[in-house]
Each structure stands twice: as C-alpha cells, then as structure tokens.
C-alpha cells in the first residue's frame, strides 16, 4: 500500500558525513511512525532510530550516540537520517520502514518497507 524508495546512501571517509532521506507513495504518511534500519552483512537487522507520525517523538538507539538525527517532513512525504562521524562499524544497507504502532523499535512490529541504500564507510 505504501512505497518506500531510501537515497542518500554512498561511499564516505570515515568521520564523514552522510544524509538518508526515504520518500513514502501510495498511503497516508502523517498515519505512520517510521523508523531507520541497519544490517550488516552476517548481522541481524537493527533499529537506528524511529519517529513518531508527528515527528515529536523520536527514538534513538544507543550506539546513535547523538551522531545522528532523524526528522520527518509530512508535507513531502519523506523521512529523514542526517549521519555524522561516520566510522567502520557503520556500514551496513540501511532501510527505512513504516509502521501502523505509534513508535516501535522492533523490526518485525514494521509493516512496509523499502529495498535499502548501501552505506560503506572506508578504513
């Protein structure tokens, strides 16, 4: 029902910057919380941070270590991930997912999501 197309991803030095932006289609986006996640390759898939449908209210995983900061755009129908001081561990695909609970953390609690941007970070 929703579509999600992330952007943003790349190549970047580590202690580079990167910003990730995800563009809902084909449903309500002010009716969903939506949320960033990251696998590895070998790694099970985990949260980086989550917005609430208003955007007040955001969750942030630990190791986001305030490097990071998610915000939305209901107007555009985007979401947004702005990285800082990128470094090895940080490379991984990247997904954005929403989800009809107010803010879940949990990947299997999102309903629809998009195919992933690749972040690399080199060594």
């Known amino acids: 029902q929703v579509h999600l197309v992330e952007s943003g991803g790349g190549l970047v030095q580590a202690g580079g910057s990167l910003r990730l932006s995800c563009a809902a289609s084909?449903?309500?986006?002010?009716?969903?919380?939506m949320g960033w996640f990251r696998q590895a390759p070998g790694k099970v898939r985990e949260i980086v941070a989550a917005?609430?449908?208003?955007?007040?209210?955001?969750y942030y995983a630990a190791f986001v270590k305030g490097r990071f900061t998610i915000s939305r755009d209901n107007a555009k129908n985007t979401v947004y991930l702005p990285m800082n001081s990128l470094h090895g561990d940080a490379t991984a695909t990247y997904f954005c997912?929403?989800?009809?609970?107010?803010?879940?953390?949990?990947?299997?609690?999102?309903?629809?999501w998009g195919p992933g941007t690749q972040v690399t970070v080199s060594s």
């Open positions: 997912a929403a989800a009809n609970m107010v803010l879940p953390t949990s990947p299997e609690t999102y309903n629809f």
């Open positions: 084909g449903g309500t986006f002010s009716s969903y919380a």
């Open positions: 917005v609430g449908r208003s955007g007040g209210t955001k």
